[in-house]
């Protein structure tokens, strides 16, 4: 089942750093918005630098990433990413 994430307070800081924290599980970003589909995962993403707000829509996991993480745990280690840089989510 597919999810949406919306955190608001992101610095462009902590949008950085959420990047390289993702491209290490092997999730790359490019740019402020676009798609991911590695590994999957899928997503659209768009980071609002004006606004400081990060949205995550459509994302899904699925083979191979599934046998490790699922929607939940990938969205939960996300928002522990974001507020560990002052960002929080959006319920």
Known sequence: MAR???FTS???DAFNQLKDKLKQLGLTL???DGNIDEKGVKA???YNEAEQSLVINDLSVGFPAS???NENSLVQRMTQMVE???GRSVS
Do not use: A, T
């Open 4 to 6: 949406q994430v919306h």
């Open 10 to 12: 992101v610095s462009p």
């Open 67 to 69: 046998m490790m993480v």
């Open 30 to 32: 490019q740019g402020n």
């Open 44 to 46: 659209k993403y768009n």
């Open 84 to 86: 560990e840089y002052g």
